[in-house]
């Protein structure tokens, strides 16, 4: 089976999650970090999950989940230990349309956590589509020794200079030539040197 890589925008959109353990935690985490609205339904909950309520980041409800949970849900995310109740979960939601994500089950994930690995706005994103999250978090490893932080300040870099060439008049080639030789190995190291050179001096 092939999957079709995107990454979305949560900005806002309603995401719902079953089961506020430690796995829990960490999806809610992430959905957070996407600043999706976040509703939580579990009679119990990690400390974590419990402050990020408390302080308004995510909506808590300490109860068992309801097939009226998914009403207007764009995703949900099932991270319980109950196979019979997760399987439960999986078909409503298939029967509503909402993207269903049973976690540690391949067979009832309409989508999948990546391995990411995160240089700001670069983001590189890694899938085995379930077949051995072990393996996607070693290349993230690999990947993470590859692309360094300075990664995240030289695509600030590009995103202004990138916004400069089509904010001047230009043929479409032209400055389609002009921001691929921005982003040369060439390129890269000189920017390194420049701000190398830039902190040097303010030291």
């Not at 999957?3 to 079953?18: G, M, S, Y």
């Not at 979960?89 to 540690?104: M, P, T, W």
């Amino acid at each position: 089976m092939s999957l079709f890589p995107a990454f979305l925008k949560l900005i806002n959109r309603p995401c719902l999650v079953v089961g506020a353990g430690q796995v829990g935690e960490t999806k809610i985490a992430s959905l957070l970090a996407a600043e999706a609205a976040v509703r939580v339904v579990a009679p119990e909950a990690t400390e974590a999950v419990r402050q990020w309520a408390r302080s308004g980041r995510l909506d808590w409800q300490p109860r068992r989940f309801e097939p009226a949970d998914l009403d207007g849900r764009f995703l949900i995310v099932v991270a319980t230990p109950f196979r019979e109740l997760n399987d439960g979960i999986y078909r409503e939601a298939q029967q509503r349309g909402v993207l269903c994500n049973v976690v540690d089950d391949p067979a009832r994930c309409d989508f999948y956590y990546p391995a990411v690995v995160n240089r700001g706005d670069l983001q590189i994103a890694i899938s085995t589509n379930g077949q051995s999250p072990a393996l996607a978090q070693r290349l993230r490893q690999e990947l993470e020794q590859q692309f360094g932080p300075e990664y995240a300040a030289w695509l600030e870099e590009l995103g202004r200079e990138r916004q400069l060439l089509f904010d001047f008049p230009l043929e479409p080639q032209e400055r389609r030539r002009l921001l691929h030789s921005l982003v040369t190995r060439e390129r890269f190291e000189e920017f390194l040197r420049a701000t190398s050179h830039l902190s040097a001096a303010a030291r």
